[in-house]
């Protein structure tokens, strides 16, 4: 894993602060030693380019290196607008398909209805797309949580690797002047495959 530049501080977030130290085996309680519990690798499958399924995979991202674990993540298919230039400003958020989607604003209005699921042919109308964005932006942005460029400077800047899959950026015509400054390159799925071995794997 890269160092990180003097002074730089990995955000937390609202996550643990706690780092895991331990390199070896812990004694349980019966005596025997525990799983070893040494360095640990992370590997992020990033498919989805809505706003809603970006955050997850850079907050992941940023917890597990703050936790000093090695972390490397794949951009495929839709996934890829989030470290595409021309796109990650204007990532959008939908409530159509979307039926968990609800707006605790509204519950200053009557008790309950927070959690009432907002009517999904609500989001066929005109502008509704562009209000659930911003909504959505004014929210992350209430919790100081850092838009999507600068966060993916920030995971940057902490060493995590990112990779762009070769076969969605050949399929969607990009060049790598595309690609965000912290793209390390333009892999397919069997090197992202060897790059992750022995990691913990998550797809999103």
């Known amino acids: 894993m890269r160092t990180l530049p003097e002074g730089f501080i990995i955000p937390d977030f609202g996550g643990s602060a706690a780092k895991a130290t331990t390199t070896s085996p ?14 640990r690798k992370l590997a992020l499958i990033c498919s989805k380019g809505n706003l809603d399924m970006a955050y997850p995979g850079l907050i992941l991202g940023n ?11 794949f951009f495929t298919f839709w ?14 958020f939908t409530m159509l398909g979307n039926t968990a989607m ?15 699921s907002m009517p ?24 100081e949580i850092p838009d999507v460029p600068e966060f993916l400077d920030l995971l940057s800047a902490a060493g995590v690797h990112m990779y762009a899959c ?17 793209v390390e390159g333009v892999i ?10 022995g990691a913990q794997t998550i797809f999103i």
């Open 166 to 182: 070769k076969l969605s950026f050949d399929m969607m015509k990009m060049i790598e002047a595309d690609l965000h400054p912290g």
């Open 120 to 143: 999904q042919l609500m989001g066929q109308l005109p502008g509704m797309t562009a209000m659930a964005t911003k909504m959505m932006k004014k929210q992350m942005a209430d919790l």
């Open 102 to 116: 609800h707006m605790p604003e509204l519950g200053y209005l009557r008790t309950g209805l927070e959690h009432a």
């Open 188 to 197: 397919s799925a069997a090197d992202f495959i060897e790059i992750s071995e």
């Open 63 to 73: 917890a597990a290196a703050g936790e000093g674990v090695e972390v490397h993540m």
């Open 79 to 92: 996934g890829l607008d989030i470290v595409n230039k021309k796109t990650h400003k204007n990532l959008k």
């Open 26 to 39: 812990e004694p349980a309680a019966g005596g025997e030693a525990t799983a070893y519990r040494g360095p």
